[in-house]
């Protein structure tokens, strides 16, 4: 296929027409601009690369735990070196990208250069062309104005010398004229063809310059797009290039990291830095009164022949009242405590509130309970288990929710032990193994323990 050329592509019929090398210095400028946005693009590239390496450079510094070890802690280390190698990837990128930004710069000050000598000349050329035009204009029509002149000169002359009643020296004056006129005619034909030999060599003169600004304009654009091309394209290497060198780094700490195994890994933390396997032994309650075997409690109990229940100590709330020691009431000595009766109905097994109503509305917890013989002590108190009466099981007869740590939940028909009475109308019972409190009005009296 035969190349076209600028040369034969960009002419205006028009003899003072420049539309063909407008849409040249037209192409140019846009070409120009292109180099532009191309040098920016490549000094924003360059700002990119160095800030990223930069950033590389500082996040390494964050990684590698010294106490860390094993396979991980390798993975780690070489996870730092190869960011490392990334690093100085992407400052060698941003060095190559330096390069091609300043063969741009160099390139697109040549073509300017080039460019401005071949336009002043086309302008100049132009410029002479377009004055000679005009100035050969005005020669024709002066011309043209002489030689109908020169015309109307000869034409009265002839009239004249046909006609009987002109006079010889009316005649004569006519005569000097049509000669002045053609005179005059042949001067101005001489200055207009004058005219016309200057505008060809201007018309001429300009020709050449178009042909060389042709040449020069379409020499310029190959350069340009060949730069162009063969720019962009190296900037498409170097990001190849850069993202090979970045998945080489990504590959070598998969490899490290395929190595780790998490057993392995916690086996070896076990055998560096274990500190023994034996566990603390469990801390139990210890009864104060239990230890004191010369109290008149423990004389009660020897007397009573009661033995001690070995199950686990039952956990005290911390955030409960300390109880106040109780004197008793004084002991009747003409009285002899019943014995309890056997219990053999379920109806007999319930204790009805309504029995001993105090002044508040409800029987007190004590009323429902059996009396122990009072046990009075040198100091005129009773012994702690002679004012707490063994354990007695209730059914709860009103639901409850607790507001605090140190209450239970109870629901209707759940039955419950009590340990004691507490002050302010409430009672601490025992539920799932734990010790808490409830108000007295939820209960209701079973049998005892």
């Known amino acids: 296929m035969t190349r076209l050329k600028f040369v034969d592509g960009f002419w205006d019929a028009d003899f003072l027409g420049v539309r063909g090398y407008e849409v040249l210095c037209q192409r140019l400028k846009s070409g120009k601009k292109m180099c532009k946005e191309i040098d920016e693009f490549l000094k924003e590239r360059i700002k990119a690369e160095q800030a990223y390496s930069k950033a590389l450079s500082i996040a390494v510094k964050k990684i590698g735990n010294p106490e860390e070890m094993g396979d991980l802690g390798k993975s780690l280390l070489q996870l730092q070196r190869e960011t490392e190698k990334i690093s100085v990837v992407h400052d060698s990128a941003a060095k190559q990208f330096l390069s091609l930004e300043r063969e741009l710069t160099e390139f697109s000050a040549d073509q300017n250069s080039k460019r401005h000598v071949t336009d002043e000349n086309v302008r100049k050329s132009n410029q002479l062309k377009q004055q000679s035009y005009k100035h050969t204009m005005s020669m024709k029509e002066k011309y043209t104005q002489r030689c109908r002149e020169k015309d ?30 053609i005179e005059t005619m042949e001067q101005a034909d001489q200055s207009y063809k004058s005219s016309i030999e200057a505008l060809e060599n201007a018309r001429t003169q300009w020709e050449k310059d178009m042909e060389n600004t042709c040449f020069v304009f379409e020499n310029l654009e190959e350069a340009r797009i060949e730069l162009l091309r063969d720019l962009i394209w190296k900037c498409t290497n170097i990001d190849s290039q850069t993202c090979v060198d ?156 607790s507001k605090s ?17 507490m002050p302010g109308n409430s009672v601490q019972i025992v539920k799932n193994g734990r010790i808490g409190l409830i108000p007295k009005q939820c209960i209701q009296m079973m049998a005892y323990v």
């Open 152 to 181: 109307n000169a000869e034409e009265a002359f002839n009239n004249a010398k046909q006609s009987v009643t002109v006079k010889t020296k009316d005649l004569d004056k006519m005569e000097k004229i049509k000669e002045k006129s």
């Open 246 to 401: 970045h998945d080489q780094c990504a590959e070598n700490v998969r490899q490290m990291l395929e190595l780790c195994d998490i057993d392995k890994e916690l086996r070896e933390f076990i055998d560096r830095h274990k500190t023994g396997s034996e566990r603390p032994a469990e801390v139990f309650y210890e009864n104060y009164y239990a230890k004191k075997g010369s109290s008149g409690h423990d004389q009660t109990r020897q007397n009573d022949k009661t033995t001690l229940s070995r199950r686990p100590p039952e956990r005290i709330p911390q955030d409960l009242p300390k109880q106040p020691r109780v004197r008793p009431p004084p002991a009747r000595p003409t009285e002899q405590p019943k014995p309890m009766e056997r219990i053999t109905t379920k109806e007999q097994c319930l204790i009805s509130f309504d029995d001993d109503i105090t002044s508040s509305g409800y029987s007190s917890i004590s009323d429902v309970r059996p009396k122990r013989g009072s046990n009075i002590t040198e100091a005129g108190y009773s012994d702690v288990h002679d004012v707490m009466p063994e354990r007695a099981q209730v059914r709860i007869q009103r639901p409850y929710t």
């Open 405 to 421: 740590p140190s209450e239970h939940n109870v629901q209707v028909g759940e039955v419950v032990e009590i340990v004691r009475e």
